[in-house]
T-cell receptor
Framework: AQSVTQLGSHVSVSEGALVLLRCNYS??????LFWYVQYPNQGLQLLLK??????LVKGINGFEAEFKKSETSFHLTKPSAHMSDAAEYFC????????????FGTGTRLKVLA | DAGITQSPRYKITETGRQVTLMCHQT?????MFWYRQDLGHGLRLIYY???????DKGEVPDGYVVSRSKTENFPLTLESATRSQTSVYFC????????????FGPGTRLTVL
């Protein structure tokens, strides 16, 4: 069965440090890949997505992610963490088995330390 | 206002009662989805709809019923609520013109006592 794995349910970084949130998927064909952010008591907001073309994708709030087919990964990074980045982040894939349904990872809660 | 809205935002009910969660989108997207969010599980798909009068089961459909008589509305009904259905419920719609992106509502926090 297709799956999405987010390594680390909780990640803590210092303000100004690099943010790296990991996402791996299992699929024999390149899917569409997404990162969403969820702030407390809010819905999910799209950060960035990979569909086709350039494998390095830039999103909102300074985040970017790189699609690596050989590693079946789509890790999310930001060079310098901000206090406002504290939130939960979800990786999702679609296009698997020819469907429009998303498969979500279990989420990573990012804590930014002052 | 354009977008996707959910009501109510918060709901407390008792075991055995019927509860309906509402979802409304203004974009006329064909596809709509219901998810539940639980700690340790991320978001899991309950039901989805490809168009008015077309619905299908997702990963965790038991205990839920959906209908879609109009494109813009996709209500989710818990026919006889159970404590295990205490969760946060999110509705989403899919933008066909933007390569499969789903846009989410603000969520409904449901507590079943």
């Amino acid at each position: 069965a297709q799956s999405v794995t987010q390594l680390g349910s909780h990640v803590s970084v210092s303000e100004g440090a690099l943010v790296l949130l990991r996402c791996n998927y299992s699929s024999s064909v390149p899917p569409y890949l997404f990162w969403y952010v969820q702030y407390p008591n809010q819905g999910l907001q799209l950060l960035l997505k990979y569909t086709t073309g350039a494998t390095l994708v830039k999103g909102i709030n300074g985040f970017e992610a790189e699609f690596k087919k050989s590693e079946t990964s789509f890790h999310l990074t930001k060079p310098s963490a901000h206090m406002s980045d504290a939130a939960e982040y979800f990786c999702a894939v679609s296009g698997l088995s020819g469907t429009y349904k998303y498969i979500f990872g279990t989420g990573t809660r990012l804590k930014v330390l002052a | 206002d354009a977008g996707i809205t959910q009501s109510p935002r918060y709901k407390i009910t008792e075991t055995g009662r019927q509860v309906t969660l509402m979802c409304h989108q203004t974009w006329s997207h064909s596809y709509m989805f219901w998810y539940r969010q639980d700690l340790g599980h991320g978001l899991r798909l309950i039901y989805y709809s490809a168009a008015a009068d077309i619905t299908d089961k997702g990963e965790v459909p038991d205990g839920y019923v959906v209908s879609r008589s109009k494109t813009e509305n996709f209500p989710l009904t818990l026919e006889s609520a159970t404590r295990s259905q205490t969760s946060v419920y999110f509705c989403a719609s899919r933008d066909e013109g933007h390569t499969d992106t789903q846009y989410f509502g603000p969520g409904t926090r449901l507590t079943v006592l």
